[in-house]
Antibody, heavy 116, light 107 residues
Framework: EVHLVESGGGLVQPGGSLRLSCAAS????????MTWVRQAPGKGLEWVAS????????YYLDSVKGRFTISRDNAKNSLDLQMNSLRAEDTAVYFC?????????WGQGALVTVSS | EIVLTQSPATLSLSPGERATLSCRAS??????LAWYQQKPGQAPRLLIY???NRATGTPARFSGSGSGTDFTLTISSLAPEDFAVYYC?????????FGQGTKLEIK
């Protein structure tokens, strides 16, 4: 069974940084794209970033380009999202998701709150 | 960026009724459209991929249709557990995009 467990969420001030991690198990991690999707409180889903199996291709939502970096460690079956220069509008639950096309399944999410 | 527009925003129906949800794309996505279901406090779950293929575990009462720019998710006879928010999502191009969601509520 696939398990995706996010960690690293929390409260951070505007302009600050935070690093999310996702521990993956139950599937061959090196065979799949991985994706981060976020959901602001009471709002819809917003795709954030995806990374290819070997890390050679990465794609980002325009509003996070230059601020967020997606990466993966295939030896540790882990996915990361480094978030810098955080803004209030980045406040959301961030989901780690297996796949890059119609990704599934999803982790339970990590809450990131950007506030002073 | 491909914009996906879902309608209606809210759909009020009773258990046993048929539900029809729509998703329209700003440009062709071929058949590369998925549907997700999200219940309160839960992560989304993939229901349909590539317009009409049920994901593992999706009940047969759920069906998807369409291609190009117009897509439909149909629930043939609503079960109590089907009341939730539904999102469409395209995988034709980057950035991947989601529709704004349709809330299916009990009438």
């Amino acid at each position: 069974e696939v398990h995706l467990v996010e960690s690293g969420g929390g409260l951070v001030q505007p302009g600050g940084s935070l690093r999310l991690s996702c521990a993956a198990s139950g599937f061959t991690f090196t065979s799949y794209w991985m994706t981060w999707v976020r959901q602001a409180p009471g709002k819809g889903l917003e795709w954030v970033a995806s990374i290819k199996e070997d890390g050679s291709e990465k794609y980002y939502l325009d509003s996070v380009k230059g601020r967020f970096t997606i990466s993966r460690d295939n030896a540790k079956n882990s996915l990361d999202l480094q978030m810098n220069s955080l803004r209030a509008e980045d406040t959301a639950v961030y989901f780690c998701v297996k796949g890059g096309g119609s990704p599934s399944p999803w982790g339970q999410g990590a809450l990131v709150t950007v506030s002073s | 960026e491909i914009v996906l527009t879902q309608s209606p925003a809210t759909l009020s129906l009773s258990p046993g009724e048929r539900a029809t949800l729509s998703c329209r794309a700003s440009q062709s996505v071929s058949s590369y459209l998925a549907w997700y279901q999200q219940k309160p406090g839960q992560a989304p779950r993939l229901l349909i991929y590539d317009a009409s293929n049920r994901a593992t575990g999706t009940p047969a009462r759920f069906s998807g249709s369409g291609s190009g720019t117009d897509f439909t998710l149909t629930i043939s006879s609503l079960a109590p557990e089907d009341f939730a928010v539904y999102y469409c999502q395209q995988r034709t191009s980057w950035p991947r995009t989601f529709g704004q969601g349709t809330k299916l509520e009990i009438k």
